[in-house]
């Protein structure tokens, strides 16, 4: 991600766009601070999903600053904010489609804890060599979760 950011700043300088050039510059500052706090602590540099994180941060800021310019009537500087967040959310990694969740949580139904039962069903069968399920998936309303966790023998990760 810094080699692609760098890369970015050199085109941005070369091509003249202040404002891409402007945020690409917040955006490396950012990863310097985020790299030094990682420093405090015993690590070389912060990894990609620390830096993921911060720009995530950045976006949530600049979101909140839109908020309040709109509400103080300054479309300039909400033009501004939403021009910085299109450049800091190309460098954040893509969350997963609508259809890659389906697929996923598809796959952990044979693993589904039922409501009411509390238990596992006889497809989550791990004594084969594996020590553990990916995770649980619970069918079920929020009233059932207690029961259904305090009852699983297995820990697990638990979607509703």
Request: zero cysteines.
């Given at each position: 991600?810094?080699?692609?950011?760098?890369?970015?700043?050199?085109?941005?300088m070369?091509s003249?766009?202040?404002?891409r050039?402007?945020?690409?510059?917040?955006?490396?500052?950012?990863?310097?601070?985020?790299?030094?706090?990682?420093?405090?602590?015993?690590?070389?540099?912060?990894?990609?999903?620390?830096?993921?994180?911060?720009?995530?941060?950045?976006?949530?800021?600049?979101?909140?600053?839109?908020?309040?310019?709109?509400?103080?009537?300054?479309?300039?500087?909400?033009?501004?904010?939403?021009?910085?967040?299109?450049?800091?959310?190309?460098?954040?990694?893509?969350?997963?489609?609508?259809?890659?969740?389906?697929?996923?949580?598809?796959?952990?139904?044979?693993?589904?804890?039922?409501?009411?039962?509390?238990?596992?069903?006889?497809?989550?069968?791990?004594?084969?060599?594996?020590?553990?399920?990916?995770?649980?998936?619970?069918?079920?309303?929020?009233?059932?979760?207690?029961?259904?966790?305090?009852?699983?023998?297995?820990?697990?990760?638990?979607?509703?």
């Open positions: 991600m810094r080699k692609t950011i760098a890369e970015a700043v050199k085109t941005a070369k003249g766009d202040k404002a050039l402007s945020t690409l510059r917040m955006i490396s500052a950012r990863i310097k601070d985020v790299d030094l706090a990682a420093q405090g602590i015993g690590k070389p540099e912060a990894g990609d999903a620390e830096l993921a994180e911060a720009l995530a941060k950045m976006v949530k800021q600049r979101r909140e600053s839109i908020a309040l310019f709109k509400a103080g009537d300054r479309p300039d500087l909400v033009a501004q904010e939403e021009a910085e967040i299109v450049v800091i959310e190309a460098y954040l990694p893509t969350g997963l489609s609508a259809a890659d969740l389906s697929v996923s949580v598809g796959a952990l139904m044979p693993f589904a804890l039922t409501p009411g039962s509390g238990t596992l069903p006889r497809s989550a069968d791990f004594s084969a060599g594996l020590e553990s399920p990916l995770g649980l998936v619970f069918l079920g309303s929020a009233d059932d979760t207690a029961a259904a966790v305090a009852d699983a023998s297995a820990p697990g990760l638990m979607l509703m």
